[in-house]
């Protein structure tokens, strides 16, 4: 007999070494891109926040002056101070206002305003209004610059310059008019982090070496004296018995001469078994085997966790129960019988749930369950069974399989109801979700996000030539800024929510979204629709009042869908509508 080219022992730590380093170079793996994605998403919801927290500060019409006329306002200098509060008590890297102008290689960024840290004055390392940035930016840089300027939303990018490796967020800067006139962009420096990452992953590395090789000199001892050395004595015993074999000729008095071995493991029931093999082991293996694989070829047929499994004959419709979790068993149901599909949809008459009960009666009868066999391979039917006054999501499937006895049908019942609970969580925290991303976190009423939507509905109608009657009605809010200014944000805030209830309630039944600033949108249909002058008419009242006793004023415009190809076309009217209520209450 050869010895073995590849010994076990070697075999083992050259395996265990793999395993090892694979699951090194896998946590290395897992934990860079985890983290990375951690920092980037952390990034993006911190910038974006400051992003929307600048914005407020900023008077976009009197920056457009500035720009224009190359001359610091008061609130450009109170802009300055706090941009350059932001930049020296955070760890953002940059913090500024440009306008990209186009993607050549120098002066392709107009610099407007940008926040500095002492040390940043002290050494006059600062840039002025409308000064253009030379070669600062290179193309491709500017070219990012510009197409996020351009996509009127919040974007993200990475960009490489002379002042480092940076992940930008840039907001686009609307004047009154929603022209874009400028664009808000913050900087955090990543290279450090990127640092700090590789060395977690060197450590985490490391870490698994470390114990990998503990484990390694640990389990070799233990394979030495549990596995590979009574492996090797049995081996030395076979060599002798194969010799004696060959040099005796005769089997029948021969014996294996196998070391006494305690290792209390499958290697000693291993040297007893050797000893005692004969023909009665064989046979009795082979027919464990034969039982093993009908049993696997009948539950292979189906999946999941069973309550019971019932074996049918789909020529006389016997069955046998083949096991049953214990709480099947406290149904009742006979473990055998000759009419097993009767006998089941009587079971469901008394077990199943009253909402589902016509549905099983109506799919679960022979004819019905082979006919999908034959199609599909597999019949499969969920419904709900009364378990102490509970509804439980139950699954059953049914598949035909070939035995020796013949075709035979394989049902299986298993309970989901914990997979269907969490599917209908999942569900539920979805909604929540969306719900909570339609919503404008400060008035509670519909955002401009979920008014796009609107709209491109409403268009796909159109288009399609449905019928369709609607009416925009759009409002603006008169001296919000002079609240903000006189009274504080918190104020302003509070002018906005009285506004929109106020706005809510006259158009009670209609959606109202707010689609910027201190303007909001109302989609009108329905109820509403066929009584809109009214409505109208209603606004009219009130601002006639507010401007009487100095309550809030909301210019309001309205018009409705006429020979209109695209809602846009309705909503333009409206807007131009409110500008003429809002020059009109101004000058009263």
Not at 295 to 316: H, M, W
Request: hydrophobic residues 40%; charged residues 30%; glycine residues 6%.
């Amino acid at each position: 007999m050869k010895k073995a080219r590849k010994p076990l022992r070697r075999s083992i730590f050259l395996v265990t070494t793999l395993f090892i380093c694979i699951l090194s170079a896998m946590l290395a793996g897992i934990v860079f891109f985890t983290m990375s994605k951690m920092i980037h998403d952390g990034y993006a919801s911190n910038i974006e926040g400051l992003l929307h927290y600048v914005e407020v500060q900023i008077d976009v019409d009197d920056l457009e002056q500035c720009m224009d006329t190359g001359v610091e306002s008061q609130k450009f200098a109170k802009l300055q101070e706090e941009l350059d509060t932001i930049r020296e008590y955070t760890n953002i890297h940059y913090i500024y206002v440009i306008v990209p102008l186009n993607t050549d290689d120098r002066d392709n960024i107009l610099n407007v305003i940008e926040g500095y840290t002492k040390e940043e004055y002290e050494q006059n390392d600062v840039v002025h209004l409308n000064e253009l940035s030379g070669d600062a930016y290179s193309a491709e840089n500017a070219k990012k610059y510009l197409d996020a300027y351009n996509s009127g939303k919040i974007t993200f990018f990475r960009e490489k310059s002379k002042w480092g490796e940076d992940y930008t967020g840039l907001l686009p800067l609307r004047n009154s008019k929603g022209e874009t006139v400028a664009a808000l962009c913050i900087d955090e420096d990543v290279n450090e982090i990127h640092h700090e990452l590789i060395l977690r992953v060197i450590e985490v590395v490391f870490f698994v070496a470390v114990i990998g090789f503990v484990f390694i000199v640990f389990f070799l001892k233990w394979t030495r004296k549990k596995v590979t050395g009574p492996i090797e004595l049995l081996e030395e015993g076979a060599v002798e018995y194969a010799s004696k074999c060959r040099d005796d000729q005769i089997t029948g008095e021969l014996k294996i001469n196998v070391p006494d071995i305690h290792t209390g493991s499958e290697v000693e029931t291993l040297s007893d078994a050797v000893v005692e093999m004969s023909e009665a082991i064989h046979d009795y293996v082979t027919r464990m085997v034969s039982v093993e694989r009908a049993a696997y070829s009948r539950i292979s047929a189906l999946n999941g966790d069973f309550l019971c499994v019932y074996i049918v004959d789909p020529e006389t419709d016997d069955y046998s129960e083949y096991s049953a979790s214990e709480a099947f068993e406290d149904f009742g149901i006979p473990k055998s019988g000759d009419d097993f599909f009767e006998q089941s949809r009587e079971n469901g008459r008394i077990l199943v749930c009253p909402e589902d009960k016509d549905r099983f009666l109506t799919f679960f009868n022979r004819e019905a369950i082979i006919s999908e066999i034959k199609k599909n391979g597999i019949f499969s039917m969920r419904y709900r069974l009364m378990v102490e006054g509970e509804e439980v999501y139950i699954q059953l499937k049914a598949a035909l399989v070939e035995e020796e006895q013949g075709p035979r049908i394989i049902v299986g019942v298993y309970n989901i109801n914990s997979h269907v609970k969490q599917e209908e969580e999942y569900e539920r925290q979805l909604r929540q979700a969306q719900n909570k991303a339609s919503i404008d976190a400060l008035t509670g009423v519909k955002n401009k996000h979920l008014f796009l939507d609107y709209e491109e509905d409403i268009n796909k109608q159109i288009d399609r030539g449905e019928s369709t009657e609607f009416a925009v009605v759009v409002l603006d809010l008169n001296n919000l800024k002079k609240v903000n200014d006189e009274q504080g944000h918190k104020a302003g805030d509070k002018y906005l929510c009285d506004a929109s209830d106020i706005i809510c309630s006259i158009f009670s039944h209609s959606p109202v979204f707010r689609i910027g600033g201190d303007e909001f949108a109302v989609i009108v249909r329905g109820q509403d629709y066929k009584q809109i002058d009214n409505l109208v008419g209603v606004m009219a009242e009130h601002n006639k009042k507010a401007v009487e006793e100095g309550g809030i004023v909301i210019a309001c415009g309205m018009a409705k869908l006429e020979d209109d190809n695209s809602f846009n076309r309705v909503f333009e009217r409206a807007d131009q509508r409110m500008y003429e209520d809002k020059k009109r209450l101004k000058g009263q």
